[in-house]
């Protein structure tokens, strides 16, 4: 399974950023983030119909996930971002084939992605 993430970047607090990745299947998906010192986090997943979503409480109302399941790719939109966003942001999929089921936990992810860099300035 390959995972390709694009959309990574440098942006000013309040700003904007949208996360793609591309799988090579239909999966569950999330994004995951990750700061040097501390263990990956969830930060939102979408389950494999694509209708339920998931998010931690400091990107709700925030963050946006979506998933287009024609092309098999996950978004992550970003908006009012904050530097506290900024980390190495990992996309992930699962083979969970539960429809309305959003895993959140990193260990039920089966392959990720290579990670992308946002930094928030501030």
């Known amino acids: 399974v390959q995972l390709v993430e694009s959309g990574g970047g440098l942006v000013q607090a309040g700003g904007s950023l949208r996360l793609s990745c591309a799988a090579s299947?239909?999966?569950?998906m999330g994004w995951f983030r990750q700061v040097p010192g501390k263990e990956r986090g969830v930060v939102a997943t979408?389950?494999?119909?694509?209708?339920?979503?998931y998010y931690i409480d400091s990107v709700q109302g925030r963050f946006t996930i979506s998933k287009d399941n024609a092309k098999n790719t996950v978004y992550l939109q970003m908006n009012s971002l904050k530097p506290e966003d900024t980390a190495v942001y990992y996309c992930?999929?699962?083979?969970?084939?539960?429809?309305?089921?959003?895993?959140?936990?990193?260990?039920?992810?089966?392959?990720w992605g290579q990670g992308t860099q946002v930094t928030v300035s501030s």
């Open positions: 992930a999929a699962t083979d969970h084939h539960l429809y309305y089921y959003t895993p959140i936990q990193a260990a039920e992810f089966d392959y």
């Open positions: 979408v389950s494999w119909g694509g209708s339920s979503t």
């Open positions: 299947g239909r999966y569950a």
